[in-house]
């Protein structure tokens, strides 16, 4: 049952959250500690451990997202003492509450509010692609973006279990197949009028690149979150996170991918550029 988040915990969240001296927002693990409600400071910390060993398996930089700091704490009588603590970045924290224990409400809500604010920021963080004028500039930036999260993806798969060629060609049409409403890679290279040589990402346009964008980080990060092993759970997975992305995609009013345009080869796009460079 999906917990609602309610605006007590969103104002418990807020209001532990620190700016520090370059204006940049970050969480005291000890005050996150206290607000998921774990009394005990050294249980949190083999939540945390197992946060920064995600972040690691997602092939981001650690201590851009963990830094050990101290801090001053009140044992009373108005006196202080100096304890250590790790000054997390919201990634951190939002890798952090998907470890923590989720029979607790608060950290159900946790895992919620994170997730919204990590998925506000990395809109936020897009600005350069919000920049790019034409659709041939998106498609390019968007295309580059596939590609490589799709090795990151490669990646994960193969932590799973799914270590042979044809196998993560499995692995991708549960993906494709979530995401198009049934429609494998043959279909949809059917559907599209495409030619034998010719790649279906090659041929999205910026909307359906983006849609199979956030398919793509979606299923690698919930394989490496979660830790899942075998090649059925694993395609089972991908096929869970496109549909849910359908179905986002539906609840906005959006087109169905099946149903978007093919689009120019992006290898033409690519042959322009290069073009416009050299001259």
Known sequence: MKTKLTRKAVSSFESIKRIDDDGVEYWSSRDLARTLEYKDYRNF????????ESCHNSAVMVKD??????????IGSNTERQVKSIKLSRYACYLTVQNADPSKTIVAQAQTYFAIQTRIAEVKQMEEYNQLASEDEKRLFLRNEVTKHNLLLADAAKEAGVIKPYDYAVFQNYGYKGLY??????????????????KILDHMGSTELAANLFRTTQTEEKLRRENIKGKTIANQTHYDVGKKVRQTIKDLGGTMPE???TAESIKNIEMKQQKDINT
Not at 65 to 74: C, Y
Not at 185 to 192: D, V, Y
Request: hydrophobic share 45%; proline share 3%.
């Open 45 to 52: 910390l083999l939540v945390i451990n197992k946060a920064m």
């Open 65 to 74: 997202h963990f830094v050990d700091i101290t801090e001053m704490v009140a």
């Open 181 to 198: 409403g049934g429609l494998g890679a043959k279909e949809i290279h059917s559907r599209k009028r495409l030619k034998k040589n010719q």
């Open 259 to 261: 149903d978007l345009p």
